[in-house]
């Protein structure tokens, strides 16, 4: 079963609305969880590296005002997007490490704004 | 800078047996994993290696050599259902990955 879960699979916004996704690691706890983005065709675009209890380090070029990563507690962070337009529709996953080998992935959230 | 390659697409024939190569070059190296990625879905893990060799699970190998900076990925008996992206991506000095673009692969009957 998933060890990974991510909330909502899949979501339709209007413009300027704010969508909060959730990722949960579900029998161990994650200490840092990692946020992609990724275009059709396209290979995984890291965004942001989520720390527990911390700040989260984003990556050159991604907005850390418009994506709000909380990560409050070892097992939950979530990514908000604030005030969203069209070009911020894409597919977006969470991803841990699971005792420091595999990585496990959530099922991916799939946000259109129209 | 670093930099993962691997083919973006390749075709093969159902029950055949594919390869799918990945060269690196990171920033310190702390393991190679293999995803297969369907389209519209998240990505599935399918191989660790941090060790130099083989390692076999099932129908999927997974090869590594780090002197080369080298891996491989060998799935036999396909499948149509084995139709889907393969992703090779190294974890780095920092433990993050480092990702390829992806392999298309196209299974034919």
């Known amino acids: 079963g998933a060890v990974v879960s991510q909330h909502p699979s899949w979501v339709i916004c209007k413009s300027g609305t704010s969508v909060k996704i959730e990722c949960r690691s579900l029998?161990?706890?994650?200490?840092?969880m990692f946020w992609y983005r990724q275009f059709p065709k396209q290979s995984l675009m890291l965004m942001a590296t989520?720390?527990?209890?911390?700040?989260?380090?984003?990556e050159q070029g991604v907005e850390k005002d418009k994506f709000l990563i909380n990560h409050a507690s070892l097992t939950l962070s979530t990514l908000t997007v604030t005030s969203a337009h069209p070009e911020d529709s894409s597919f977006y996953i969470c991803s841990c490490f699971r005792e420091n080998t595999e990585a496990f992935f959530g099922q991916g959230t799939r946000l259109t704004v129209v | 800078g670093q930099n993962i390659d691997q083919p973006t697409e390749m075709t093969a024939t159902e029950g055949a047996i594919v390869q799918i190569n990945c060269t690196y070059q990171t920033s310190g190296f702390n393991g190679l994993f293999w995803y297969q990625q369907h389209a519209g879905e998240a990505p599935t893990f399918l191989s660790y290696n941090v060790l130099d060799g083989l390692e076999e699970k099932g129908r999927f190998s997974s090869f590594l050599s780090r002197s080369k900076g080298y891996s491989y990925l060998l799935l036999k008996e396909l499948q149509m259902k084995d139709s889907a992206s393969y992703l090779c991506?190294?974890?780095?000095?920092?433990?993050?990955?480092?990702w390829g673009a992806g392999t298309k692969l196209i299974i034919k009957p």
């Open positions: 989520s720390n527990e209890g911390s700040k989260a380090t984003y």
């Open positions: 991506a190294v974890r780095d000095s920092n433990y993050q990955l480092i």
């Open positions: 029998d161990f706890q994650a200490t840092t």
